[in-house]
Nanobody, 115 residues
Framework: QVQLMESGGGLVQAGGSLRLSCTVS????????ANWFRQAPGEQRDVVAT???????NYSDSVKGRFTISRDKPRRTVYLQMNSLKPEDTAVYYC?????????WGQGTQVTVSP
């Protein structure tokens, strides 16, 4: 059974940093991309960072230059390093791995940035 387990969220002051981790257990076939999404209260869930099989990355404009997505293949873990955090970054962050056979999601981890 495939599971995505996120960790690393918490409460931080504006300007601070957090590193989120997403560890995959079980075998996922056809997975070439990993994403980090976030969802603030009352808002839709939006993608903020993507890493592909070749290591290429992409970011939403709102986090570009502040967030970095990376992966550790032996540890089967995807990271999201978040620097210069702002109150508007407050959200539940989700790890996502899409495959031709369906989407895999983690349970989410809360990030709260105080002014």
């Amino acid at each position: 059974q495939v599971q995505l387990m996120e960790s690393g969220g918490g409460l931080v002051q504006a300007g601070g940093s957090l590193r989120l981790s997403c560890t995959v257990s079980g075998r996922i076939g056809g997975a070439n991309v990993a994403n980090w999404f976030r969802q603030a209260p009352g808002e839709q869930r939006d993608v903020v960072a993507t890493i592909n099989a070749g290591g290429g990355t992409n970011y939403s404009d709102s986090v570009k230059g502040r967030f970095t997505i990376s992966r550790d293949k032996p540890r089967r873990t995807v990271y999201l390093q978040m620097n210069s955090l702002k109150p508007e970054d407050t959200a539940v962050y989700y790890c996502n791995i899409p495959t031709p056979w369906g989407q895999f999601w983690g349970q989410g981890t809360q990030v709260t940035v105080s002014p």
